[in-house]
């Protein structure tokens, strides 16, 4: 076993749901090496994710509007700290630069299962045997030191400061009633549930459950969430593109469930153990991005010959039936919901 690392650098730059996947392992090396410095290379956008995390001791931020210039300040600075362990969790062009050919650094990686994804996606050739969430991979690059899952998920640390806001904007809902988050959006068109489907689950959650809806996700969701808030505005606050990460994670600490597409936001309230319904379409769980914890739930629509189709999703169904997603209907929605909700209790 290699001796116990003093210096530690983490690379993941981004997504929101990468960055989140790889809380376990920043909470594991903290457990297993209490004295080590542990820092973390993260783009600006994300940075937010990390900020109050207390098993780091520094967050090395790269703006990428600065360019190839601030990538090279960026090496620069991760040579000049000599870290003597770089696990680089992301393996792209720029993680590759900031961490090649450091002096007196070991490097340790995941592995993609590029050729197993490509033979699933392209030929429906499935190689994978057991499923390994993403989390899991990235903690089994620590194995030579005797690393293992520790079984407690993801984690986010919400900044206080956020949370006292949401408190206070959702103090003025009337009554004590369900709340429940509706997150519509996602990075691929295919990934993305109708949105009348949502519109449905919205008006039956209020009328069925007396709860009250969240909308939330960035900009580019507020056309759907705003056709869903337009509907009925008593009881539907649609702050979709108005929040940070931070009060985005404040305020669906408040919800008692969260129904979404494969996104982001799937991974903040698994962090924040918050109840999920996720929608999965062209993706299936051998990718490992599937929500982690007990009290996530995934309906997928399984045994269609066509999926996977893509491991990120794309602009439009290549069958142009998109059956994968039109045939999760809303009715079992709101049975799986109901299920959940009534083991919620509104506060």
């Known amino acids: 076993m290699p001796g116990a690392p003093q210096k530690i650098l983490v690379i993941r730059l981004s997504s929101i749901g990468d960055i989140l996947l790889a809380t376990p392992l920043l909470r594991i090396l903290r457990r297993n090496f209490p004295e080590a410095r542990i820092d973390f290379v993260i783009k600006s956008r994300f940075a937010e994710l990390l900020r109050h995390n207390p098993h780091l001791n520094e967050l090395l931020v790269l703006d990428t509007e600065t360019g190839q210039e601030g990538l090279q300040d960026l090496r620069r600075r991760i040579n000049m700290n000599r870290y003597d362990l770089v696990i680089d969790i992301h393996k792209n062009f720029r993680s590759y630069y900031l961490r090649f050919a450091l002096p007196g650094t070991r490097v340790v990686t995941h592995s993609k299962q590029l050729l197993r994804r490509f033979l699933l996606v392209h030929f429906g050739i499935n190689l994978y045997g057991r499923v390994v969430p993403i989390y899991q991979r990235y903690i089994r690059a620590m194995a030579p030191w005797g690393l293992s899952d520790d079984g407690l998920g993801l984690e986010f640390h919400i900044d206080p400061q956020a949370e006292r806001l949401m408190a206070l904007r959702l103090a003025e809902r009337p009554g004590a009633r369900l709340l429940v988050g509706l997150a519509p959006g996602a990075g691929f068109a295919t990934k993305r549930w109708p949105a009348d489907f949502y519109q449905e689950i919205a008006r039956r959650l209020k009328k069925e459950h007396n709860a009250d809806i969240l909308l939330l996700g960035n900009k580019a969701d507020r056309e759907v969430t705003g056709a ?99 045939e999760i209907l809303p009715e079992e929605v709101m049975v799986r919901a109901g299920r959940i909700l009534q083991n919620e209790s509104p506060s």
């Open 228 to 326: 869903i808030a337009a509907e009925s505005a008593i009881g539907v606050y649609d702050w979709a593109g108005t929040l940070t990460l931070q009060q985005s994670a404040a305020a669906l600490a408040h919800c008692h469930l969260l129904i979404c597409n494969d996104t982001g936001l799937m991974h903040l309230a698994c962090a924040l153990k918050i109840p999920v319904l996720a929608l999965f379409g062209p993706t299936t769980r051998e990718f490992g991005f599937f929500p982690v914890g007990r009290r996530a739930e995934v309906i997928e629509r399984v045994g269609l010959s066509c999926r996977p189709c893509s491991h990120l999703g794309g602009p439009h169904c290549p069958k142009d039936h998109f059956r994968c997603m039109r």
